[in-house]
Nanobody
Framework: QVQLVESGGGLVQAGGSLRLSCAAS????????MGWFRQAPGKEREFVGG????????YYADSVKGRFTISRDNAKNTVYLQMSSLKPEDTAVYYC????????????????????WGQGTQVTVSS
């Protein structure tokens, strides 16, 4: 079992920045691929970006590419989502997700590929 706890959400003006954190506990974090997803009211959950277990491979949705950056610190069992140039359309509940991938180096993009999920943190971007 892996427990994930997101933090860092809040209210920010358009053009601003936020950094979300996702702290993991319970199992060896280093073998887990991590992902960030978001869900806006009335919309389906969507992929934001992901990072492989080693931290040297990332992939982002086109909507956030160039504005968001994912990183991880395996020593701290934490993955981060740095969000810059925020837009009102980025408003959503943001979730982190984890999946044990052993030594596989790829990034997981689909929600169904992840077994563990956090409770989410609200990000609201005002115009």
């Amino acid at each position: 079992q892996v427990q994930l706890v997101e933090s860092g959400g809040g209210l920010v003006q358009a053009g601003g920045s936020l950094r979300l954190s996702c702290a993991a506990s319970g199992r060896t974090f280093g073998s887990y691929a991590m992902g960030w997803f978001r869900q806006a009211p009335g919309k389906e959950r969507e992929f934001v970006g992901g990072i492989n277990w080693y931290g040297d491979n990332t992939y982002y949705a086109d909507s956030v590419k160039g504005r968001f950056t994912i990183s991880r610190d395996n020593a701290k069992n934490t993955v981060y989502l740095q969000m810059s140039s925020l837009k009102p359309e980025d408003t959503a509940v943001y979730y982190c997700a984890a999946q044990d991938v052993g030594q596989a180096m790829g990034v997981l993009e689909r929600a169904r590929e992840y077994e563990y999920w956090g409770q989410g943190t609200q990000v609201t971007v005002s115009s």
